[in-house]
């Protein structure tokens, strides 16, 4: 497989000393969508922006696709193709010159370039308003068409800075829908920043948990979920006539690692709740003990999230949201 | 890039319009009534005429002045980053952006030498002139467009970026020919004008449109471009540090 996107023991520091990116280290394989989770302030977008070669690391070196950022910059230009945190296209033309203009830059031939453009609109369900201009557009709709304007060039690689920061649940599908149909469709690799964890859980192959400018987790979701200790599975009992061979037979079932009775619940603690279930279940009904209600407790990736990064989420990340999303209103 | 601001301009032409009523102003009233008490000497030219080609390469100076602006919104935006990303060079992206501006200098223009010439500014009636005119206005203002995606390249807010382009313009245009002729300025404003790239854009214009006298025309069509070179290049140099 190879290897899109590596990182060896990065460092930027902004002056005076702020260590923005504390000594990262990170590869990702070619072909997946690639996460990076983490609060506002943790470095995910001076990575991102080292990486589309815009700042200079302090020190350590990156590489796309083989190539080093800060001495092939040019080269790794060609590859990839980057949307910002904030509004990215002009609003005083309509959506098609903005793509037209980005063909011209990108330097795509003119003889092909309607034709890509209109597959991009398609694509991102634009077409019936390529000729509006884009000061008319939601907030969705301009993501859409930075989103477009991304996928012109076909890139290798495609880094994304909190693609659906500030969209309503339907727009943040569509846009995610689009992207995972086009890295099917061209093994594109998805790169991109967030601080949405069910995006992070939904989109993405791999994750990585950054924090204070460290990876602090690296995993897919499942994986990164089970880190914590697995699923519980809850049984509140009719009665309190739970007996030791009972609980003997389901301790030794193969998923279960733990079980634990209160009064009248019944806890186990599981590597796979949904096997674990129908197990324990039909050896509680052989052994003829009434229950009143079962749930499945999940951990989360705000779990995972919490227990690496710490809550800084909640107090920082919400403020700033808050604030990016009014500029975003504000500028139209 | 100068495509882009052409598809700009036609989905909104107000600032133009609005950008023109200074230097009409001037044409309409400050020239005549200056004229009428033959204050200066302007030779045997009327004094609107004399400053007509002056106030026309004010008013697209000014324009070129401020397109930093639109840069700075671009960086606030995610705009300017996006364009540092894609791969094209930094020098044809500023030369591009310089020349776009050209391009809004060149359609103010179009709507001040109408009023002009109501007036009864007597022009030189060779359209190779005015073609010329116009190129010449249209290198030079990218000229002027580069100092302020310099200048914008430092001043990364507006109003910063508002304050330094006053502080530019202001200067260019008093310490130059556009109002009145050199030869009566203290000696030390003579020694500035020889170093303000207005004052070589005014003879060119002033030569091709008012005079017929193009004797300066080599000096001043050199003197351009070489400061638009040298401001292509401190621009493309600096751009980068715009988004950082």
Known sequence: ?332 | MIELELRRLRHDRTELYFRAVQPILWIVIFGPVMGTIKAIPTGNIPYTDFITPGVLIQSTTFLCIFYGLTIVWERDSGILKKLLVTPASRYATVIGRSMASGIRAIFQGLIVIPVALIMGVKFIPNPAYFIFAFVIIFLASGGFAAISILAASFMKTRERFMGLGQAIIMPLFFASNALYPVQIMPQILKDFSAFNPLSYVVDAVRGLLITGDLTNLPIDLAAIAIFDVILFILASVSFRRIIE
């Open chain 1, 1 to 332: 497989m190879e290897i899109a996107v590596d990182v060896k023991n990065l460092v930027k520091i902004y002056k005076p000393k702020t260590r923005a990116l504390d000594g990262i280290d990170l590869s990702v394989e070619s072909g997946i969508a690639f996460a990076l989770l983490g609060p506002n302030g943790a470095g995910k977008t001076t990575l991102m922006r080292i990486l589309t070669t815009q700042l200079r690391p302090t020190t350590g070196d990156a590489y796309v696709f083989g190539l080093n950022v800060n001495r092939e910059g040019g080269k790794v230009r060609r590859l990839i193709s980057y949307v910002p945190q904030e509004m990215s296209v002009w609003t005083d033309i309509s959506g098609y010159e903005n793509l037209l203009i980005y063909g011209k830059i990108f330097g795509i031939p003119s003889h092909e370039r309607k034709q890509i453009i209109d597959d991009a609109l398609a694509n991102m369900g634009l077409s019936q308003v390529a000729n509006s201009l884009v000061k008319t557009y939601s907030g969705g709709m301009v993501r859409r068409l930075e989103i477009a304007c991304a996928i012109l060039i076909k890139p290798k690689i495609m880094f994304l800075d909190e693609p659906t920061i500030g969209l309503d649940p339907s727009a943040k599908k569509i846009v995610w829908e689009t992207l995972t149909s086009f890295k099917k469709e061209y093994g594109v690799t998805v790169f991109f920043n967030t601080h949405y964890m069910d995006e992070a859980d939904l989109y993405s192959d791999r994750i990585a948990i950054i924090d204070r400018g460290k990876i602090v987790k690296l995993g897919s979701a499942d994986e990164l979920k089970r880190s914590l200790g697995g699923e519980t599975i809850s049984f509140s009992l009719a009665g309190n006539n739970i007996n030791e061979t009972t609980l003997r037979k389901i301790r030794t079932l193969t998923s279960v690692r733990d079980v634990i009775v209160s009064n009248t619940e019944l806890n186990i603690l599981s590597e796979n709740a949904e096997t674990t279930l129908l197990e324990a279940m039909e050896i509680l009904r052989i052994e003829k003990i009434p229950l009143e209600k079962i749930s499945i407790m999940k951990s989360t990736l705000d779990d995972v999230f919490l227990k690496y990064a710490g809550s800084r989420l909640e107090t920082t990340g919400r403020m700033s949201e808050v604030t990016h999303t009014r500029d975003m209103i504000r500028r139209g």
